[in-house]
Antibody
Framework: QLQLQESGPGLVKPSETLSLTCTVSGGSISSSSYYWGWIRQPPGKGLEWIGSIYYSGSTYYNPSLKSRVTISVDTSKNQFSLKLSSVTAADTAVYYC?????????????????WGQGTLVTVSS | SSELTQDPAVSVALGQTVRITCQGD??????ASWYQQKPGQAPVLVIYGKNNRPSGIPDRFSGSSSGNTASLTITGAQAEDEADYYC????????????FGGGTKLTVL
């Protein structure tokens, strides 16, 4: 059974960089069949996509966060990571990592089939 | 980019049928996926593609689509279905799966 687990500091100071890692177990992050994504949810609010990465390192980012986001992959450790710079209180959220099958032009579907449990990151001094 | 619009809240009597909708231009080209989220838990995929349920999802959950609107229907709602429901789809370019609806809070009366 595939499992995803987020890890990283639960408290980050304003203007600093938030760093999280997602460790994948029960499957290979190097599969050509999947992308790996980060999604966040501020307390009491909805889901917001941050970005996604392929095992090759190809990335897609939310345009509203693109200037502050870097997502990277370490296939040797079966992990992918998120860095969000210059954080403010508005970046306080539960951060989830998730997997979705590779999107093809001939297939109209897309879905996140596995999610991590989420980790709360609070931005505060 | 794209936007998906959901009603903030919907209620249904126990055992009755409820439809939760999601509207957006990208839905004219791409299917929505639907997620159930209970308090303190990660979202769970309940419907994807034309009308597919992952293993373990009850068959009272179904999906449909028409024009720019996708719908999640729960036939015979149960108390345990009370949750937030989110739709998700590709952006208008089809390159990423980054568009989420604002969520619908379902109350089972």
């Amino acid at each position: 059974q595939l499992q995803l687990q987020e890890s990283g500091p639960g408290l980050v100071k304003p203007s600093e960089t938030l760093s999280l890692t997602c460790t994948v177990s029960g499957g290979s992050i190097s599969s050509s069949s999947y992308y790996w994504g980060w999604i966040r949810q501020p307390p009491g609010k909805g889901l917001e996509w941050i970005g996604s990465i392929y095992y090759s390192g190809s990335t897609y980012y939310n345009p509203s966060l693109k200037s502050r986001v870097t997502i990277s992959v370490d296939t040797s450790k079966n992990q992918f990571s998120l860095k969000l710079s210059s954080v403010t209180a508005a970046d306080t959220a539960v951060y989830y990592c998730a997997r979705h099958p590779t999107l093809y032009y001939y297939d109209s579907s897309g879905y996140y089939d596995y999610w991590g449990q989420g980790t709360l990151v609070t931005v505060s001094s | 980019s794209s936007e998906l619009t959901q009603d903030p809240a919907v209620s249904v009597a126990l055992g009755q049928t409820v439809r939760i909708t999601c509207q957006g231009d990208s839905l004219r080209s791409y299917y929505a996926s639907w997620y159930q989220q209970k308090p303190g838990q990660a979202p769970v995929l309940v419907i994807y593609g034309k009308n597919n349920r992952p293993s373990g999802i009850p068959d009272r959950f179904s999906g449909s689509s028409s024009g720019n609107t996708a719908s999640l229907t729960i036939t015979g709602a149960q108390a345990e279905d009370e949750a937030d429901y989110y739709c998700n789809s590709r952006d208008s370019s089809g390159n990423h799966l980054g568009v989420f609806g604002g969520g619908t809070k379902l109350t089972v009366l």
